[in-house]
């Protein structure tokens, strides 16, 4: 046979799918015959189906597992992952794939893999899965109160039933003293209730107890505590397991039992076990879960049938000889007999009986023990001891169990298919045969001292693989116990990382190049981690500093030592705002060399980043520059005389400013009036004012420190905050020569907001100018639709029908005039009607006709200032304004609200006059609150534009453009407050004239 048909053969007899596919298409080239056999269709249907792997993924897992295998393959990168594919015959088959991209030249030309049958282990998966969720339901569940505590008392689990018991719910009880929390403060009862928490982790691993313990709200309860000591791999204790039943009412009943005997009899009656007395065949006495557990409905049911009859027949003649031994006066062991129930059921029962006088005849005090729950439990171990060894033939693992004596027991199939072998190849210690010769003595030296003190193990070595090659494993192994607790051998793993050893070596010489560069850097340069501790440093560190690389890792404290004590507080403010994410930024500082000299240093650190993105710390460049800033000091002192001539600019409130080698500024004498600070205050920090700039207008001032390195004369604007706090704009410009820099910082707050207003006035205007015309152009072609409407309206010969469709259009037409209207008060192309009126009156007529519009869940509340005087107003402007602001309110809520009308006196000051370009003095105001959805920041200052609506198709957009005009139309004002989810608030604020103005006022 030649040698590619042996290989050939190999593939074939693999326990998995051997593949070969087409990168681009996913096309099979070659699978394996086992392919047929796991999944059942045929080699011919693989290869000549172009999409036949990704057709058969399961629907759950094709796109993520086309994604992910898509993506390793154009990383050039071997992958493994876990899917599900669809059988012919429709069974759902899990597999593990494992494969390997085959490139040339940087280029992808081809995939191989393997596909093992993993289906059992995820089936196992999802038993263990279940079975944890089962526990996790007992445990919220029980009765009694599980607790658990660390070796300091400090309590760590709390289940639903301690919270029950003892009052405190989990998140109060979780990291206090159980001793605080159960045990009275009461000295006496404390004394007697004793140190729970001391006996359990310092004596013994198990106790029982029973005391009192004080609940939250002061009351005592009696527990019964079961508490068993927790311990690590080396036995040693690390908390407390507990658990506790209330056993009040049960001490209270004990109490009572001792003094009547039929406190006694309920004591039997409540046994979980059955307790019976026969004579002569016959039941005399039986407790209640011996009725319960036969199914009979009372004593005299039960006692009517003879004690045989109860007994299934195969046991009656066993049942006969026990009775007969028990009444000889022997003792006898338990007993397993099956039972029949009323209703002809069986049960397995363990019974157990002595000799008893009842009322001076010889009798059975018996007990019967139902085993049924427990003979379940034993065929569950027994089927999870079946699915284990399942489980462990099938793990893609070497899997191998030793003797206690040394042997070899058991191999699973991957140690099979890895060394070719099988366990008649390795009785005794042969297996060891398959370690490399170079690595049997430490491996044989390890197992055995690990055999000897029965602790685990773990070692790195290399096997011999059945194509006659040794490939390094890396294998763990521990001590494996059976049920009864008794040492049966060694339970190892060993996982096949040949691969991985490679990729490590080549890691190494990797890095071994990256170090040759990097410690033949000129500047200094280091790597901390997040913590802030060295990772690596340039030899070039010593040149600079005097001291070598060595020393700084081995003393991280070295580095703030030989820091200049005017610069370490700098220092650490630039490092504490890289570590929280700021944008690294040049700096310079000073160190003193080892001999004492001065050394000045230019610093630029970066973040440093793995390939998913994660931090991996800082990595820093500090270079020389002590003779650079030497001519730059040289040149700052001329730069005096600048600035002095720049404070002749604080008149345009403009503050003149210059920044030395040393990163002190020096500000102007305007500064104080122009930034609400002293050149003193200003003076006294080192650096660029960053705290002073707002966040998102910092990276304007990088960009600008960009732009002066490529030496230009650099601009930009920013809001700073003011001394007194309020935030102001400013124009910065800055220039730099021979490492100063010299700028002036202007206030352009005013020009910004006149800016601004300018803006709106020419959009609003421009909208005006425009309705304004389109609207008259309308307003004629309405009234010759209206006209002819009258005009056939009053043709007697018009139908029924032609009638009612007349009516349609002229309703359209009216509706059309009132949007005119709008459009033309919206322009201001309506003269106003002002008469002296009162608001009081306009807003309540308004109100209560707006009123009758509202939903029934929707309420209006009326606030009318008393004595409010009256003014010029156009009444049917004013009703307008009312009813719109109510309406919108109307549309912003959703569902049950409140609508409130507010009026009122104002006086305005000049500040908020000059704001609204309005007069300052007495107004009258009127605002209109909801409780509807609120309007978002960022459209806040949109709600006055005209055609703007967030309603829809259901808005035209001109409702409060309508109220802004005549509003503005009256020599009044508005203001407009919300917040998101909690409603919105407009003000209406309107002069307050008594009489015509001199210039007069349009009627």
């Given at each position: 046979m030649t040698f590619d048909r042996q290989m050939e053969d190999l593939v074939h007899s693999l326990d998995g799918i051997v593949w070969e596919a087409d990168p681009d298409t996913m096309r099979m080239r070659f699978v394996s015959r086992q392919a047929e056999r796991l999944l059942g269709y045929p080699i011919s249907q693989w290869l000549e189906e172009p999409a036949f792997w990704i057709d058969h993924l399961h629907p759950g897992d094709r796109d993520w597992a086309l994604a992910f295998c898509t993506e390793s393959t154009r990383d050039l990168r071997n992958h493994s992952f876990e899917y599900r594919m669809v059988a012919q015959d429709g069974r759902v088959v899990w597999l593990q794939d494992l494969v390997t991209v085959v490139s040339e030249g940087g280029k992808v030309t081809g995939l191989r893999g393997l596909m093992v049958d993993i289906t059992r282990r995820k089936e196992a998966e999802t038993r263990a899965s279940a079975i944890q969720q089962r526990w996790g339901l007992h445990i919220e569940q029980t009765p009694l109160a599980i607790i658990e505590w660390n070796t300091e008392g400090k309590v760590i689990s709390w289940n639903p039933a301690a919270e029950k018991i003892f009052g405190y719910l989990a998140a109060e009880a979780i990291g206090q003293s159980i001793q605080d929390l159960v045990v009275p403060k009461d000295p006496e009862?404390?004394?007697?209730?004793?140190?729970?928490?001391?006996?359990?982790?310092?004596?013994?691993?198990?106790?029982?107890?029973?005391?009192?313990?004080?609940?939250?709200?002061?009351?005592?309860?009696?527990?019964?505590?079961?508490?068993?000591?927790?311990?690590?791999?080396?036995?040693?204790?690390?908390?407390?397991?507990?658990?506790?039943?209330?056993?009040?009412?049960?001490?209270?009943?004990?109490?009572?039992?001792?003094?009547?005997?039929?406190?006694?009899?309920?004591?039997?009656?409540?046994?979980?076990?059955?307790?019976?007395?026969?004579?002569?065949?016959?039941?005399?006495?039986?407790?209640?879960?011996?009725?319960?557990?036969?199914?009979?409905?009372?004593?005299?049911?039960?006692?009517?049938?003879?004690?045989?009859?109860?007994?299934?027949?195969?046991?009656?003649?066993?049942?006969?000889?026990?009775?007969?031994?028990?009444?000889?006066?022997?003792?006898?062991?338990?007993?397993?007999?099956?039972?029949?129930?009323?209703?002809?059921?069986?049960?397995?029962?363990?019974?157990?009986?002595?000799?008893?006088?009842?009322?001076?005849?010889?009798?059975?005090?018996?007990?019967?023990?139902?085993?049924?729950?427990?003979?379940e439990t034993d065929a569950a171990i027994e089927k999870a001891r079946d699915s284990y060894r399942s489980l462990l033939m099938e793990m893609p693992f070497l899997v191998w169990k030793g003797t206690s004596d040394g042997g070899c027991e058991y191999i699973n199939q991957a140690w099979m298919d890895f060394t070719g072998l099988d366990l008649d190849h390795l009785r005794g210690n042969q297996w060891a045969e398959c370690v490399h010769p170079e690595d049997q003595p430490l491996l044989m030296q390890a197992y055995t001292t690990a055999m000897a003190s029965l602790q685990p193990m773990a070692m790195e070595f290399r096997m011999r693989h059945q194509n006659g090659g040794y490939r390094w494993v890396k294998g763990q192994g521990k001590p494996f116990y059976g049920l009864d607790g008794r040492f049966e051998g060694f339970l190892a793993a060993c996982n096949d990382i040949h691969d991985q050893r490679l990729a490590e070596a080549a890691l190494m010489?990797?890095?071994?190049?990256?170090?040759?560069?990097?410690?033949?850097?000129?500047?200094?340069?280091?790597?901390?981690?997040?913590?802030?501790?060295?990772?690596?440093?340039?030899?070039?560190?010593?040149?600079?500093?005097?001291?070598?690389?060595?020393?700084?890792?081995?003393?991280?404290?070295?580095?703030?030592?030989?820091?200049?004590?005017?610069?370490?507080?700098?220092?650490?403010?630039?490092?504490?705002?890289?570590?929280?994410?700021?944008?690294?930024?040049?700096?310079?500082?000073?160190?003193?060399?080892?001999?004492?000299?001065?050394?000045?240093?230019?610093?630029?650190?970066?973040?440093?980043?793995?390939?998913?993105?994660?931090?991996?710390?800082?990595?820093?460049?500090?270079?020389?520059?002590?003779?650079?800033?030497?001519?730059?000091?040289?040149?700052?002192?001329?730069?005096?005389?600048?600035?002095?001539?720049?404070?002749?600019?604080?008149?345009?409130?403009?503050?003149?400013?210059?920044?030395?080698?040393?990163?002190?500024?020096?500000?102007?004498?305007?500064?104080?009036?122009?930034?609400?600070?002293?050149?003193?205050?200003?003076?006294?920090?080192?650096?660029?004012?960053?705290?002073?700039?707002?966040?998102?207008?910092?990276?304007?001032?990088?960009?600008?420190?960009?732009?002066?390195?490529?030496?230009?004369?650099?601009?930009?604007?920013?809001?700073?905050?003011?001394?007194?706090?309020?935030?102001?704009?400013?124009?910065?410009?800055?220039?730099?020569?021979?490492?100063?820099?010299?700028?002036?910082?202007?206030?352009?707050?005013?020009?910004?907001?006149?800016?601004?207003?300018?803006?709106?006035?020419?959009?609003?205007?421009?909208?005006?100018?425009?309705?304004?015309?389109?609207?008259?152009?309308?307003?004629?072609?309405?009234?010759?639709?209206?006209?002819?409407?009258?005009?056939?309206?009053?043709?007697?010969?018009?139908?029924?029908?032609?009638?009612?469709?007349?009516?349609?259009?002229?309703?359209?037409?009216?509706?059309?005039?009132?949007?005119?209207?709008?459009?033309?008060?919206?322009?201001?192309?309506?003269?106003?009607?002002?008469?002296?009126?009162?608001?009081?009156?306009?807003?309540?007529?308004?109100?209560?006709?707006?009123a009758r519009a509202l939903p029934s869940g929707i309420q209006m509340s009326l606030d009318l200032a008393p004595d409010l005087p009256d003014t010029l107003l156009d009444p049917g402007q004013m009703h307008q304004v009312v009813m719109n602001l109510v309406i919108n309110a109307r549309d912003a809520i959703q569902g049950p609200g409140i609508i409130s009308l507010r009026t009122g006196r104002s006086d305005i000051g000049p500040e908020t006059a000059l704001a609204h370009n309005r007069p300052p003095g007495p107004y009258v105001s009127l605002e209109v609150e909801d409780t509807g959805c609120g309007i978002p920041p960022d459209q806040l200052n949109r709600v006055f534009e005209p055609f703007y609506t967030t309603k829809g198709l259901k808005g035209t957009g001109l409702g409060l453009s309508v109220v802004y005009g005549l509003v503005t139309e009256h020599g009044g004002f508005m203001q407009c407050q919300s917040e998101v989810g909690r409603g919105t608030r407009f003000r209406v604020v309107l002069p307050l004239i008594t009489a015509p103005q001199s210039q007069g006022v349009p009627h």
């Open positions: 009862l404390r004394r007697q209730v004793g140190l729970i928490a001391e006996s359990p982790v310092k004596e013994q691993s198990h106790s029982e107890v029973q005391h009192a313990n004080i609940r939250k709200d002061g009351s005592l309860v009696l527990c019964q505590w079961f508490n068993t000591t927790l311990k690590d791999d080396q036995g040693r204790p690390i908390g407390v397991a507990s658990m506790a039943l209330d056993v009040t009412e049960l001490h209270q009943a004990t109490q009572a039992l001792a003094e009547s005997e039929t406190r006694f009899r309920r004591l039997v009656e409540l046994n979980p076990n059955a307790i019976i007395i026969q004579t002569g065949g016959r039941w005399r006495f039986a407790n209640a879960t011996t009725l319960a557990l036969f199914g009979a409905a009372n004593f005299e049911a039960f006692q009517a049938r003879p004690v045989l009859e109860w007994i299934h027949p195969d046991h009656r003649d066993a049942a006969r000889q026990r009775v007969q031994r028990v009444l000889s006066g022997e003792i006898l062991p338990e007993q397993e007999l099956t039972f029949l129930r009323e209703d002809g059921s069986t049960f397995p029962a363990m019974v157990h009986g002595t000799l008893f006088n009842h009322q001076g005849v010889s009798s059975i005090l018996g007990v019967i023990r139902d085993i049924t729950q427990q003979k010489e990797k890095e071994q190049r990256f170090r040759t560069v990097a410690d033949f850097t000129y500047d200094w340069e280091y790597w901390t981690s997040k913590d802030g501790g060295f990772l690596w440093m340039s030899p070039s560190c010593e040149r600079i500093t005097g001291y070598s690389s060595e020393a700084f890792i081995k003393d991280p404290g070295l580095m703030g030592r030989i820091l200049h004590p005017d610069d370490r507080a700098m220092l650490e403010e630039h490092v504490h705002e890289v570590r929280d994410g700021g944008e690294p930024f040049p700096m310079d500082f000073r160190i003193l060399h080892k001999d004492g000299r001065q050394i000045w240093i230019s610093h630029i650190c970066t973040s440093v980043f793995d390939a998913e993105g994660r931090p991996l710390g800082r990595r820093a460049a500090n270079r020389d520059i002590t003779a650079r800033r030497q001519a730059e000091e040289d040149l700052f002192e001329a730069s005096r005389q600048r600035l002095a001539m720049l404070e002749a600019a604080s008149v345009a409130r403009v503050v003149p400013w210059s920044m030395g080698s040393d990163g002190h500024m020096q500000w102007g004498d305007s500064a104080n009036l122009v930034l609400g600070q002293t050149p003193t205050v200003l003076g006294n920090r080192r650096g660029w004012p960053w705290e002073s700039i707002q966040a998102e207008d910092r990276p304007r001032l990088h960009q600008a420190l960009r732009e002066v390195d490529m030496g230009i004369v650099a601009s930009f604007e920013c809001r700073m905050r003011h001394g007194q706090g309020h935030p102001i704009w400013t124009r910065w410009t800055l220039a730099r020569e021979q490492g100063s820099f010299h700028g002036a910082v202007q206030d352009i707050t005013e020009q910004h907001a006149i800016q601004e207003q300018l803006l709106q006035s020419q959009k609003l205007e421009s909208v005006g100018t425009l309705v304004g015309g389109i609207s008259h152009d309308f307003n004629n072609l309405l009234g010759a639709i209206l006209g002819y409407c009258d005009l056939f309206e009053n043709d007697p010969d018009l139908n029924a029908r032609h009638r009612k469709g007349l009516g349609v259009i002229q309703g359209a037409a009216l509706r059309g005039r009132e949007l005119v209207d709008q459009l033309l008060g919206f322009s201001r192309k309506v003269a106003p009607n002002r008469v002296k009126a009162s608001l009081n009156a306009i807003v309540s007529e308004a109100g209560d006709l707006v």
